[in-house]
């Protein structure tokens, strides 16, 4: 193959970390761990600037139960997606505040959480399956990431 490798290294970790998940952007590599074995135990992201092949991580402390499920990165925010108490949540993290937000109106009774994906605009999308006793639904709600600045059209 043509392939060559561009560049290889090493982190040291803390030996209770677990790999949760990982996102690529342009420039940047982001891996999720979670420094224990429950669902309560605080997660840490490890941001690697590809170009100058530097690092930071950041803790994030959370104080519920939350079963992850999905992750993804727009350019300032960590998105998680997951369940708290058996009900959808997501949480968005910033990078600049270093804060944990959850976003309102997702803790519904018999539903699902299906994809949390980030668009190109940076805006991102939440799909849940509502499930009643007389009718399903597919709820679609898009957001604007709280970082971003508003612009026209979004």
């Keep these: 193959t043509a392939l060559q490798k561009n560049w290889d290294g090493e982190l040291a970790l803390e030996p209770r ?26 997660l840490h992201l490890v941001e690697f600037t590809l170009n100058t092949r530097e690092y930071r991580t950041f803790e994030i402390k959370h104080q519920v139960d939350l079963r992850l499920t999905h992750f993804c990165m727009t350019k300032n925010e960590v998105l998680l ?50 499930r009643g006793r007389e009718e399903n639904n597919l709820v679609v709600r898009t957001f604007v990431a709280p970082n971003v600045p508003s612009a026209g059209g979004r």
Aim: charged share 20%.
């Design 81 to 130: 997606g997951g369940y708290v108490s058996r009900e959808p949540a997501v949480a968005i993290y910033s990078l600049a505040e270093k804060q944990l937000k959850v976003v309102p109106g997702f803790f519904l009774k018999d539903a699902e959480l299906l994809d949390v994906r980030v668009n190109q605009n940076e805006t991102f999308n939440v799909v849940l399956a509502q």
């Design 17 to 42: 970390w677990s790999l949760m998940g990982y996102e690529g952007l342009p420039d940047k590599l982001f891996l999720l761990f979670r420094s224990g074995e429950t669902n309560s135990s605080d």
